[in-house]
C-alpha cells in the first residue's frame, strides 16, 4: 500500500512515512479547510500535481464523505497525509526532492570564515567576468564554481584553524565554529553569485569614453563610474525587500533554476543515503556526493570533445552536409545561419542548456511551451523569408544584425554628428534601419508579451496577488513577524525563529541607490534628466511581480530591455546617451530585483538568517562593484588598442560595439522612425493587443473546456516567450530540450520519483559545473594560445552557407539597387 500511494501522491517513501505520522493527528475538519485553500491557490498551479488536485476537487464537492465519512476512509486518508505534506513539507515534489524540511538553528551561518572565503571568491569572480568580458568569445566564471571550489575551502579551514574567538552582545565569534555547514557554504555561493555580474552601466562608460563612439573623456572619472555602478548595483535590493510577500514567502514560488544550486549543496553536506527504486529494475545505492563526482568527472572530460576536438558533435547541423551551398535548405536546418529545424542538431550540453533554463532544472510544461512558442514563430520567420516581406529576402533569414538599404552592416557614424547625436541630413543621405526576418519576429513578440505577462498574471494570480498585498500592508503597523501566521507552509514556520530583515533596510538602501544615480546623471554633461532613475523604478513596480511570479514559477523570464529601449528612445529621441541610461535603469532595475529575489529564496530554503543574507549580498555586490569599476579604469587605459580590431589578446569588445549599435538605433534614430506612424516596420505594432488577446483566449478555452486537464499545461506568456529565443539563436538550441525534459520530468519521475529525486538535479548541477571548469582550462590553455585541430570534424561546421560570419540571403541585390527608397528618397 505504501508503494501505491507514493506513486499516486507522486511522492517517495521517505516523505510519505513522516507524512503519515502528522497526518494521524488531523481531523476531518482541518483537512477540508486546509483542502479549501490549496484549490483556491493552486488550482491554475500548472507546478501542482494534477492527480492530487483532481483528488481535492473530488473530496471537496462531496458533501456524503463529510456525513458518512467511514464509507470514504482512503479517500481521507490519502487527504490527510497530502494535507500533512503540505503543511510539513512542500506540496511539489521538486522542492522536497532537494529542499530538507528541517531545520537546526544553531547551525553556523555568518562566520569569520564564512566572509573571508566569500569575499576572497566574490573579489576573484568580479575581476575575472570583468576582465575578459570584452574578449571575443568571452569568459565568464559561474557561481558554480565558486560553490564547488568553497567546500573543499571550507573544510580544510574547519580542520586547521584554531578555536579562537571573541564575544561581542553575547554572541561567540570564532575562526573555527565546528564542522563547514551547509548554510555557511549556501552564504558563501550566495556572495559569489552577486559578485559575479559586472555593472551594466560599465557598456555606458565604454561608449562614453572611446573615441570611435561618443568620446567623451569625463567618463574616465572613477567618481562618476562607482556613482552610476552603485546606483543600477543596488537598486533592485530595495525593490526585492518589498518583494518578498510576492515572490519568496509564497509555497508556488518555486523558483525551479535554483534547485540545482541547492541540489549540490545537499550532496555535499546530506547526511541520508536510502537507496532507491530505478531503472533496470536496480535499486540504487550511490549517494548524491558520489554521484555528482562521477557526473562531475564525466562531463568534463567529454565537454573536451565537442568544444574542441570534434565540434561538429557541437554544431550537428547534418541535414546541411547533403548540399552545404543550398540557401534554402541552409536557411531551414542550418546551425549557424538557419532556423535550426533538426530534430537532433547538437551532443553538447552547453548547447542544450545554453540559452535558456537547464531542461533537467524547470518543469517539462515549462520546457514544451517554450519550444512550441518558437516552432510556430519560426514559420512565420520562414513566410516573411520567402515572401520578401519588408526586404527581407535581401538580408539573412536569422540575423540580429542592423543593415542599411545595401545589405551591409548598418554604419551609424552616417546617421550622427560629431557629438553623437542624430543628424538628420546624414541620415537622409545614407539608408533607413533595415531588420532580417528573425529579428523582425523577435521585436513582433517582444510587443506581445509584455501586455500579456500583466493580462495572465490578473486573470490567473489575482487571489495570490491581493494575499501579498495585505500582508505587506498589514506588515506597515504589526511588530511581529507577520509572515510567521500568513504563510503556513513548514518553511515559512522553520524561518520565523530568524528575526526578519526590516524594510527599513531595504528602503535605505533604495534611497542610497536613488541618490547615487541622481548624483551620477546630474553632476556630470550626460544629457540626460536625473527623472530617468524614477522612469526604472515604475517600470519595476508595474512589471516585477507578474514577471517574478511567471520565473518563479515556470523560471522562464521575460526581461524588460526591448521596453525600456522602446519607451526610452520615444522619450529622448536624437539622443543615444540618454537613450542608454533610460534602457539601464529601465531593464536593470527590475531584472536585479528578481536577481536578488531568488537568492533570497536560496538563502529560505536553506534556512540562512534573513539579517545574514542581506549583509552578504551587499557587502558582496558594493564589493564586486568597487572591484569591476578599478578594472574597467585598466582596461580602457592599459590595454593597447582596447575595443578595435587590433587589440591585444583579442579584446575587441563585441558586446559594447553591439550596445553601441542598438543605443544608435533606437536612441538616435529612434523607435518612432522604425516602428511609428510612417515606419518600415509599423505593422509589428500588432504585437501589443496580440500580448492582451493570446491570454484571453487561453483562459477563456480552459474555462470552457474544464475537464481537459491538459489545457491546464498551456501557459500563454510561455508560448509567446519563445518566440524571442530567435536571432542568432534557432531551435538547434532548444530542440533537443524536449527530449531530455520529457525523459526526465515525465517518463522517469513518474515512473521513478524516488530515482528522480535523488539523483536529478545533481545531474544538472554536476553537467553545469564540470562544462564550466572545462571551458575554462580550454580558454586559457588552447584558445588564448591559438592551438586549433584542422580536420573534417571541425570544419565541416561551417561550409557554404553556414559559414559563420557569411550567411547566405535569398535574393541578390543588383548594382545600383537598394532595399526600399534610396538615398534621398525616404524621410
Known sequence: MLTALSRELNVTETDLQEARILADGMTLDEVKKLMEDVLKLHSRDPNFPQTVLDRVVEFLENDDIFAHPHAYKRLIYEMKVEAALITNNSPYSEVRAVVDNHDDPAMPSS??????????????????????????????????????????????????????????????????????????????????????????????????????????????????????????????????????????????????????????????????????????????????????????????????????????????????????????????????????????????????????????????????????????????????????????????????????????????????????????????????????AGNLVVYLFFFAVYPATLTYVFLNHRYEIAAGFKTLIRSFWKSENPEASEYKDVHNRLMAVYP???????????????????????????????????????????????????????????????????????????????????????????????????????AHYVKIPPRHTFMAQVVATILSTFICTGILNYQMTGIPGVCTPDAANSMTCPGINTFFTASVLWGTIGPKKVFGHGGQYTALMVGWPLGVAVPLFVWGVQRTFPKQKWMRQIHPVLLLSGALNWAPYNLSWTFPTVWIGWLSWIWCKNRFVGFWSKYNFVLSAAFTTGISIAAIIIFFGLDMQGRTIDWWGNSVVSQGCETMGEPCPLKQLEPGQYIGPGPGQFH
Not at 312 to 318: G, V
Not at 319 to 345: C, E, R
Not at 534 to 561: D, H, K, R, W
Open 111 to 436: 562566520t569569520i570564515r564564512v566572509w573571508f572565503i566569500g569575499l576572497a571568491f566574490s573579489c576573484a569572480l568580479a575581476a575575472i567576468n570583468q576582465l575578459f568580458s570584452i574578449r571575443m568569445p568571452p569568459i565568464a566564471v559561474a557561481s558554480n564554481v565558486a560553490q564547488l571550489l568553497a567546500y573543499p575551502v571550507g573544510t580544510f579551514s574547519s580542520r586547521v584553524l584554531p578555536d579562537w574567538g571573541f564575544t561581542i552582545w553575547g554572541t561567540r565569534h570564532s575562526l573555527n565554529p565546528g564542522p563547514f555547514s551547509r548554510k555557511e557554504h549556501m552564504l558563501i555561493t550566495i556572495m559569489a553569485t552577486v559578485a559575479s555580474s559586472q555593472p551594466y552601466t560599465n557598456y555606458i562608460i565604454w561608449t562614453q569614453f572611446l573615441p570611435q563612439y561618443f568620446n567623451q573623456k569625463y567618463a574616465s572619472q572613477f567618481m562618476y563610474q562607482i556613482l552610476i555602478a552603485l546606483s543600477t548595483n543596488l537598486i533592485g535590493y530595495g525593490m526585492a525587500g518589498m518583494t518578498r510577500r510576492f515572490l519568496v514567502y509564497p509555497t508556488y514560488c518555486v523558483w525551479p533554476a535554483s534547485l540545482s544550486t541547492i541540489a549540490l549543496n545537499s550532496a555535499f553536506h546530506g547526511q541520508e543515503n536510502p537507496a532507491v527504486e530505478g531503472p533496470f529494475r536496480k535499486r540504487y545505492h550511490v549517494s548524491r556526493y558520489k554521484f555528482f563526482l562521477l557526473a562531475f568527472a564525466a562531463m568534463f572530460v567529454y565537454f573536451w570533445i565537442p568544444d574542441n576536438l570534434f565540434t561538429a558533435l557541437s554544431r550537428f547541423s547534418w541535414i546541411t552536409w547533403i548540399a552545404p551551398t543550398s540557401v534554402m535548405l541552409t536557411a531551414v536546418s542550418g546551425f549557424n545561419n538557419g532556423l535550426g529545424f533538426n530534430p537532433w542538431p547538437t551532443f553538447d550540453w552547453n548547447v542544450i542548456a545554453g540559452t535558456g533554463p537547464d531542461p533537467l532544472m524547470v518543469p517539462f510544461f515549462s520546457t514544451l511551451n517554450r519550444f512550441l512558442g518558437q516552432l510556430v514563430s519560426g514559420f512565420v520567420i520562414l513566410a516573411f523569408w520567402c515572401l520578401n516581406a519588408w526586404g527581407t529576402a535581401y538580408l539573412p533569414i536569422n540575423s540580429n544584425f542592423v543593415y542599411d538599404n545595401t545589405g551591409n552592416r548598418y554604419n551609424v557614424s552616417h546617421a550622427i554628428n560629431e557629438k553623437g547625436l542624430f543628424d538628420a541630413e546624414k541620415y537622409k543621405a545614407y539608408s533607413p534601419a533595415y531588420l532580417a
Open 500 to 602: 526578519e530583515a526590516p524594510d527599513w533596510w531595504y528602503l535605505a538602501l533604495l534611497l542610497f541607490a536613488i541618490g547615487c544615480g541622481i548624483g551620477g546623471i546630474a553632476g556630470w554633461e550626460t544629457y540626460t534628466t536625473p527623472a530617468v532613475v524614477f522612469y526604472g523604478l515604475l517600470l519595476c513596480v508595474i512589471f516585477v511581480v507578474p514577471v517574478g511570479m511567471v520565473v518563479a514559477i515556470t523560471g522562464i523570464e521575460v526581461t524588460l530591455n526591448v521596453l525600456a529601449e522602446f519607451i526610452g528612445g520615444s522619450i529622448v529621441e536624437g539622443n543615444a546617451l540618454a537613450m542608454n541610461f533610460f534602457k539601464s535603469y529601465g531593464y536593470v532595475t527590475c531584472s536585479h530585483t528578481l536577481s536578488f529575489a531568488n537568492d533570497l529564496k536560496l
